[in-house]
């Protein structure tokens, strides 16, 4: 066994549960995980080599290959594409002289698609060797390549000036930027760090529990679970050990803000983690964090340091004898499905990132089987401020079923993207006049799993009782193609889809096919029934990225039909479902004949 890996595995203990941090680091160290490591690993981790292969298999990130000197991953996210990807794209190909999907003769370049990477304000934007490059353009793509021909480390070939706040710290070092327009009780700088702690310390357990009972906060992440019952049921539940989960895995295209706290308010969610610990009886706080934004660890680790020298983290915290709580933080390694509480906590353990069945919930057995609480960024960021104010003060803000305030992640055709702290119950009219948009066409709420609106909803509400949102908005003028957009999110669900259920992974796919048809001129209006019938089909998937994956085909065709119906062939009897031409085209090229009929 090469010394490097043996000093891996020693750093994780020889755990399997670490598989994934024990891959990265192979990975980090080799550029992609050889047959040879992944059999050591199996071997010394006492699991076979399918385990392993599982894992390493399962993740965008994980290579099993040699992907390239320097390894392009262009964000092929909805956002990108309006704002001109397929421009650098071409600019990167062609500068490389490399087809996309590949990489170049020389092993030197490699060019590859990813989803959202968590910069639609800034976009098209690039992960390069793990460094993000926002802002592109075809000329920036182009000296890209020129410069990593001329042997260049990423990091000095950035093109623009460091970004606002603290990006522009040494530990960050980044050409991103926050971009936050509006601020109030969670991202201006009013709050003292400790505050929340030392009031929290001079309560009960159950006392703090109720605070934020009271103050009615449901989950920041999109599901809106109360906050407050989440704890109170993993503080009741029974087990040796309890976990503190933070997911910071927004995967949900157009979603940032957790990016943006996480730079401006670390203190914050590590102080709203060791609440919740204190409250529910963990010692342990584990941050999910996504692994496209790897380029905060070496931030977030001196910052977690900073903590524990101000005891707000460690043994004794705020020298309370018996509370002790500790995080670290556990990176993922590319997949949108692991945003879904259990499959994070598979992902967390080093396995693959599928859902798990429920019950029993993570509440009850999460990680390790014992009881976790999973929470998101921005209720950490709450809980703190809650604390402090009183579950009433935070009831006084918002509407009445959505208490407080929302972090939103704005991206589009918009003069000012980038983030909003509003109070909930804000039009979609207060929303867009608020980011400079003019001729909106539509705005999707919620990322693609949420709803496509058109302006005859604009008056409504963003709450949870009207339009819920973990934060995404993106907002498509008259220029844009809708069903484009529809397209690339089908596309996301596809590609993101874990496949355990044949009704997420067959009829995503049925549903793609048949609007392809569609845009393609070819369909008939039985193929619209067929969308919405087979959207209903996918509602008895496992979780909810199944469940939600439709939700692109109905809200369109609930708000934009007309857009389907010009498409659609007016009085033809017969229905060209089947194109035989575009059938053969492969087989044709596999045997150098043309493929016309
Ligand atoms: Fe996996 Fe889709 Fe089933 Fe969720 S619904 S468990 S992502 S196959």
Redesign the pocket.
């Known amino acids: 066994m090469n010394a490097n890996l043996q000093q891996t595995l020693e750093a994780y203990g020889n755990d399997k549960h670490r598989l994934m941090d024990i891959l990265l680091d192979v990975q980090a160290v080799d550029g992609f995980i050889s047959d040879e490591a992944a059999s050591t690993i199996a071997a010394e981790l006492g699991i076979s080599m399918v385990d392993v292969e599982q894992t390493a298999t399962f993740y965008h990130f994980f290579k099993r290959e040699p992907k390239g000197k320097y390894q392009i991953y262009l964000n092929d996210s909805a956002m990108s594409n309006v704002m001109g990807r397929a421009d650098v794209k071409k600019a990167f190909a062609e500068a490389s002289g490399t087809e996309w999907g590949t990489m170049s003769q020389d092993g030197e370049i490699g060019l590859y698609d990813t989803a959202c990477i968590g910069m639609s304000d800034q976009e098209p934007a690039a992960l390069i060797n793990n460094v993000i490059f926002p802002s592109l353009t075809p000329e920036r793509a182009t000296q890209l390549i020129a410069d990593m021909k001329a042997g260049k480390d990423v990091e000095d070939m950035y093109y623009m000036e460091l970004g606002d706040g603290k990006n522009s710290t040494s530990k960050i070092n980044s050409m991103v930027n926050n971009n936050i327009h509006k601020s109030a009780i969670v991202l201006d700088d009013l709050y003292k760090a400790g505050t929340a702690l030392d009031i929290a310390t001079k309560k009960s357990e159950w006392e703090v529990i109720g605070i934020v009972k009271t103050s009615g906060i449901r989950g920041r992440g999109g599901a809106g679970f109360p906050t407050g019952m989440k704890w109170e049921f993993c503080r009741m539940s029974e087990g040796e050990k309890k976990y503190i989960f933070c997911n910071a895995d927004e995967g949900e295209p157009g979603t940032f803000k957790d990016r943006v706290l996480l730079t401006e308010q670390p203190q914050m969610v590590f102080e709203g983690m060791a609440i919740a610990g204190y409250s529910i009886g963990a010692k342990e706080g584990i941050i999910y964090l996504r692994y496209e934004y790897l380029y905060m660890k070496e931030y977030l680790e001196a910052e977690l340091q900073k903590a524990r020298d101000a005891k707000r983290l460690g043994n004794h915290i705020r020298d309370k004898a018996g509370f002790d709580f500790d995080i670290r933080i556990q990176f993922g390694a590319g997949a949108y499905?692991c945003g879904?509480e259990s499959?994070l906590i598979e992902s967390a353990e080093g396995k693959r990132g599928?859902?798990r069945f429920k019950p029993p919930f993570p509440v009850q057995k999460g990680y390790l089987q014992m009881p976790t609480s999973v929470n998101n960024v921005e209720t950490f960021c709450s809980v703190c401020r809650i604390v402090e104010n009183g579950g009433e003060w935070y009831r006084d803000l918002g509407t009445s079923s959505s208490t407080g305030t929302k972090v939103l992640s704005i991206s589009g055709d918009c003069a000012r993207p980038g983030i909003y702290e509003v109070e909930w119950g804000l039009t979609v009219n207060e929303m867009l006049e608020m980011v400079g948009a003019k001729d909106t066409q539509a705005v999707q709420i919620a990322g693609p799993s949420g709803s496509l609106i058109g302006e005859k909803d604009f008056d409504r509400q963003i709450c949870y009782g009207d339009l819920p949102t973990g934060g995404a908005m993106m907002v498509f003028d008259s220029t844009r193609n809708l069903l484009d957009v529809v397209g690339n999110f089908m596309d996301f669900f596809i590609e993101?889809?874990?496949?355990?259920?044949a009704?997420?992974?067959i009829t995503s796919q049925m549903l793609r096919n048949r609007l392809t048809k569609i845009q393609a001129g070819h369909g008939v209006s039985k193929d619209i029934d067929d969308l919405l019938e087979w959207s209903e089909v996918m509602k008895a998937?496992?979780?909810?990225?199944?469940?939600s994956?439709c939700n692109p085909i109905i809200t369109s065709l609930t708000n934009f039909r007309g857009m389907y119906d010009e498409l659609i062939q007016k009085d033809v009897e017969f229905d060209e479902c089947f194109n035989l031409e575009a059938a053969i085209q492969e087989s044709a090229a596999v045997v150098g004949r043309e493929a016309k009929l």
């Open positions: 499905v879904e499959a599928e859902p993101e889809s874990c496949g355990s259920c009704t997420c992974r998937s496992r979780c909810g990225l199944g469940m994956a």
